[in-house]
């Protein structure tokens, strides 16, 4: 029987009930929407992070919430895609970014890891750049913030929330467009995409 393509949807947040809703686990709240979405639980515990495994279409879907706290990512994620022998083109990682409007979304093929900790430990443990990642859009902190206090907050009011809801379901679309219908089609989804 011929193996199928395998995809690895990873969404990058910290553990815990602390960090629940909070800007900086927008990659959960994706990963949770898919779940719900795809009624695919995300429960098994494997290589420092939540995995839930699963198919959609001819694909062997893996959905992934790392557990190491932000800052760590990589050292799950290069274990992920050692185990399951996951090629980087069909690797995702969706994550929170201060540079975007809250709500925005930004697709992309590959690139630098930028500012974010999560995406630099990522990149750092694999050695490569070389893989598709899914951008949400946070906003800017407020100039008398610091920046851990600014993500690890919650949104204020409840059409923030809202914008943020609409979204995480506009980037886990964009998501399982990536699966079946590839990289340029959920591209063009998720970036010509805005949740307000």
């Not at 495994?53 to 800052?71: C, H, S, W, Y």
């Not at 999560?118 to 750049?129: E, F, P």
């Amino acid at each position: 029987m011929e193996e199928k393509e395998i995809y690895v949807i990873a969404g990058l947040g910290n553990p815990g009930p602390a960090y629940e809703r909070t800007r900086h686990n927008c990659g959960f709240e994706v990963l949770d929407r898919l779940s719900r979405t795809l009624d695919l639980p995300i429960r098994k515990s494997l290589c420092k992070a939540l995995v839930g495994e699963g198919r959609m279409g001819d694909a062997r879907l893996i959905l992934v919430k790392p557990q190491t706290f932000m800052n760590l990512s990589g050292e799950s994620l290069s274990e992920i895609v050692r185990w399951y022998h996951v090629p980087l083109d069909h690797l995702l990682v969706i994550y929170d970014d201060i540079d975007l409007a809250p709500g925005r979304l930004r697709m992309r093929k590959s690139g630098s890891a930028g500012t974010h900790n999560g995406m630099r430990s990522i990149v750092a443990c694999l050695g490569d750049q070389s893989f598709p990642r899914l951008r949400v859009g946070v906003g800017s902190r407020p100039e008398a913030w610091e920046l851990a206090d600014w993500v690890l907050s919650k949104p204020s009011t409840k059409e923030e929330q809202d914008v943020m809801d609409l979204a995480f379901a506009l980037a886990a679309d964009g998501a399982v467009t990536w699966v079946r219908e590839g990289l340029e089609k959920a591209m063009q989804l998720c970036n010509a995409s805005h949740a307000s």
